[in-house]
């Protein structure tokens, strides 16, 4: 089942990553694009209301939670996924003050990943 006229940004610095994001919600039929870091995606005017993002905490220019930050405080709420390699206490209690729906680690399971971006896509 497609989500008609929601797309999925995927923002992180490693291409294989990128690339294995695309094609895991690609195949569950979601618009996705990509983003190679934080810059690329704060460059984008008018990002969709029908939309979500999947973003890498670790990234060099700017990191996942710092982008989270950025985009809030230019009014653009939408819902985040925040992956990353290693979750700790310390990242779970930030990524919960910033509102972000779902801290998922790597390796990703697609299944989980599948289910939260269609569960953030539901509510917009």
């Not at 695309?22 to 460059?43: I, P, Q, T």
């Not at 939408?78 to 801290?103: A, F, Q």
């Amino acid at each position: 089942m497609a989500n008609s006229g929601a797309v999925v940004y995927v923002v992180d610095d490693d291409e294989g990553v990128r690339s294995a994001l695309k094609f895991a919600l690609e195949v569950e039929g979601l618009d996705v694009r990509l983003y190679e870091g934080s810059k690329a995606l704060l460059a984008e005017q008018d990002l969709p209301l029908r939309a979500c993002l999947v973003i890498d905490y670790r990234m060099p220019e700017m990191d996942g939670l710092e982008l989270v930050h950025a985009l809030r405080m230019r009014n653009t709420n939408l819902p985040v996924i925040m992956i990353t390699g290693r979750v700790n206490r310390d990242l779970h209690r930030r990524v919960e003050k910033l509102g972000v729906r779902c801290l998922l680690e790597k390796p990703l399971s697609d299944s989980q990943l599948v289910a939260c971006v269609r569960s953030a896509l539901a509510d917009r």
